[in-house]
């Protein structure tokens, strides 16, 4: 049904980028490459990918489209398997029910899960947020493991006045704040905004973050916040997209 090969490094970003926040997904397959769209199980926090089939070194689909249940857990279990510069075969059987990777003379095949047995896409939320900008990913995620020093809890903001973009975490006696402006912060649209967010969610997603030169980060007033970002030489897509945690009054 599908006979593909991808560099090891992009065939990481993918499986990482969706392990961030679940460890099972329907995965979509067509002519123009692969997508997936899922929710975590807590329902706070999506994650949505689309690799194009030119990232491939190439890619062969026998069928119009196919939707295979992917155990992103079982794949994760042997990544430490994968050398940098291997080359990764994936084979598809016809029956939908094998995948069988191939990779520095190791061949391991994994059993699908049923797509039964997942939940079903998820309707991405049409969002209409008032600050739109663009910082580069490492630095964000720098942010967001020093904030982890101190808090389980973040606060981005962003002041339609100064054009300043503020991360702030406090805990029970300590706090840390990183303000981004100028050149280290692109607006595309800059509007008063501000909302708090759990920093375990926000740890999962800055690995795959931190490798982007630059993520477009979409920011409300007590609503959730969207991160969206190319990889794989502009061939990919990942998005997440996060609840925002209400304070008490």
Do not use: W
């Amino acid at each position: 049904m599908l006979q593909a090969t991808i560099q090891a490094d992009i065939f990481r970003e993918t499986i990482d980028a969706i392990s961030a926040l679940v460890n099972e997904c329907r995965l979509h397959l067509t002519a123009d490459g692969i997508r997936t769209i899922t929710v975590d199980t807590s329902n706070v926090a999506m994650v949505s990918l689309e690799l194009a089939a030119s990232a491939f070194e190439n890619y062969s689909l026998t069928v119009e489209s196919a939707e295979i249940g992917l155990d992103i857990e079982k794949i994760r279990s042997m990544m430490g398997m994968i050398g940098k510069a291997d080359v990764i075969s994936l084979d598809l059987d016809d029956t939908g029910k094998k995948l069988k990777l191939s990779f520095g003379g190791y061949e391991y095949s994994i059993t699908l899960l049923d797509t039964k047995t997942i939940r079903k896409d998820p309707n991405a939320p049409n969002l209409n947020l008032p600050a739109t900008f663009e910082i580069a990913g490492a630095m964000f995620n720098d942010a967001i493991k020093a904030s982890g020093m101190v808090s389980d809890k973040i606060s981005l903001a962003v002041s339609g006045e100064t054009r300043i973009f503020t991360m702030n975490a406090e805990g029970d006696s300590d706090r840390i704040k990183r303000e981004l402006a100028g050149d280290d912060v692109h607006y595309i649209t800059c509007a008063d905004a501000r909302s708090l967010f759990s920093l375990d969610y926000l740890k999962d997603m800055g690995k795959s973050i931190s490798r982007a030169e630059k993520v477009q980060i979409r920011l409300g007033n007590d609503h959730p916040v969207q991160f969206s970002f190319e990889y794989a030489e502009g061939k990919g897509k990942i998005g997440y997209l996060l609840a925002p945690r209400i304070e008490a009054d």
